[in-house]
């Protein structure tokens, strides 16, 4: 099984729909991230936590709200999903900051 | 002006060549410095961190860190049609272990035969 698992792996959503990504991870990390990412954009930071207890804003957060149900979980939802949020959208964790970020394999998020 | 900054490419080399890809920074407060590889359609993963001034080698990847000047740097030697992928920079800005990771864009490396 995969360090840190992303579901759904595709997502085809219509216009106002709220939907649910969610993410788990088996390495025991404290530090949890989203991040979307669009062509030409690289990867965007929209929430991440450092414990359950701790929630921050990324510089993306507008329309995006998170939920860390417990330290291997960190969920990212679309209140009212639109056309512009279509874009590749990444969960990753981190032990510390010194050791980098491991990487879920991603959902494919598309908003018609 | 973006934090983390890298040519979009295509870099383009030929396959045992050196590649050369570069990435500057905004915030001279950073202290730890990645790259990863992403082929198309994948998730990002590491091949090489750096926190200290000069070059780290690992197989054909050297990383070369630069503070004064904010500038990070990845080689990659006797270049393979296999290295064809897009090469993001990952700086953690912060102090405190609240550090926030920024990536740039991506440089996308194209090794041909």
């Known amino acids: 099984d995969a360090d840190v698992t992303q579901t759904p792996r595709n997502r085809i959503t219509k216009t106002g729909k709220r939907i649910m990504l969610e993410c788990s991870q088996t390495k025991g990390h404290d530090r949890m991230y989203w991040y979307r990412q669009d062509p030409g954009l690289g990867l965007r930071l929209i929430y991440y936590?450092?414990?359950?207890?701790?929630?921050n804003k990324g510089e993306i957060s507008d329309g995006y709200s998170v939920s860390r149900q417990a330290q291997a979980k960190f969920s990212l939802s679309l209140e009212s999903a639109i056309p512009n949020q279509t874009a590749l959208y990444f969960c990753?964790?981190?032990?510390?900051?010194?050791?980098?970020?491991?990487f879920g394999s991603g959902t494919r998020l598309t908003v018609v | 002006q973006k934090e983390v900054e890298q040519n979009s490419g295509p870099l383009s080399v030929p396959e045992g060549a050196i590649a050369s890809l570069n990435c500057t920074y905004s915030?001279?407060?950073?202290?730890?410095f990645f790259w990863y590889r992403q082929y198309s359609g994948k998730s990002p993963e590491l091949i090489m961190s750096i926190y200290s001034n000069g070059d780290k080698e690992d197989g054909r990847f050297t990383a070369q860190l630069n503070k004064a000047s904010q500038y990070v740097s990845l080689l990659i030697r006797d270049s393979q049609p296999s290295d064809s992928a897009t090469y993001l920079c990952?700086?953690?800005?912060?102090?405190?272990?609240?550090?926030?990771?920024?990536f740039g864009r991506g440089t996308s490396l194209i090794v041909h035969p």
């Open positions: 990753a964790t981190s032990e510390s900051p010194v050791y980098g970020y491991t």
């Open positions: 915030d001279r407060v950073s202290q730890s």
């Open positions: 990952a700086v953690n800005r912060g102090s405190g272990g609240s550090y926030i990771p920024t």
């Open positions: 936590s450092f414990d359950v207890k701790d929630i």
